[in-house]
């Protein structure tokens, strides 16, 4: 029986980074959801871990395409390592898992969501949508984007370039209704 081959350290963290990006590509939408929700919650508490992240993503029925399309939730930039703890998951056997704080520029970041949300009680922009109550203007912002869910534009990078234009649109509505 032959040894198997052990790679030199460059190598290997070259593979890794190789495996990652693959598994990035094959799980970008399932990525996109669960690091949504890391966000939500790294804004909530100090630290977070991929536990954390697995009860949300399970309550929600996200289910992983793959084992691994877990492991680059964390490796999007937006987050600090900050310590080791031990899984609570049957999956995670007690192994260590890191913990991470989010950086903080990003856990000050207006979320696209939060920002319609707001902007869904405000009464000129209700009129702009063409909505009479905080409920249908939501009904009404959905609809325009074709979206299920003001989440969307926190994970769907087109559907947040949508809102962005909507925001533009109702600024320039804003400055017409000044000039008349």
């Known amino acids: 029986m032959t040894d198997p081959v052990q790679l030199d350290m460059v190598t290997a963290m070259d593979a890794r980074r190789r495996g990652m990006a693959r598994v990035e590509l ?4 399932f990525l996109a959801e669960v690091r949504a929700i890391a966000i939500r919650l790294g804004r909530e508490q100090e630290r977070v871990t991929i536990d954390d992240v697995r009860t949300i993503a399970a ?3 996200l289910e992983a395409p793959s ?3 877990w492991g680059p939730t964390f490796n999007d930039g937006s987050w600090e390592r900050a310590g080791l703890t031990r899984s609570k998951q049957v999956q995670g056997h007690g192994n260590l898992i890191r913990m ?3 950086k903080h520029d990003v856990k000050h970041r207006v979320l696209a969501s939060n920002h319609c949300a707001r902007m869904c009680r405000e009464p000129e922009f209700q009129a702009f949508m063409d909505a009479g109550s905080e409920a249908q203007c939501a009904v009404n912002v959905r609809a325009e984007l074709k979206i299920a869910s003001r989440a969307e ?3 769907k990078p087109r559907k947040k370039a949508l809102w962005l234009k909507t925001v533009d649109a109702f600024e320039v509505y804003q400055r017409i209704g000044e000039i008349s």
Do not use: N, Q, V, Y
């Open 100 to 102: 991470w704080s989010l």
């Open 67 to 69: 084992p691994k399309a």
């Open 26 to 29: 094959s799980s970008a939408e």
């Open 59 to 61: 309550a929600r029925g």
């Open 153 to 155: 534009l926190d994970t």
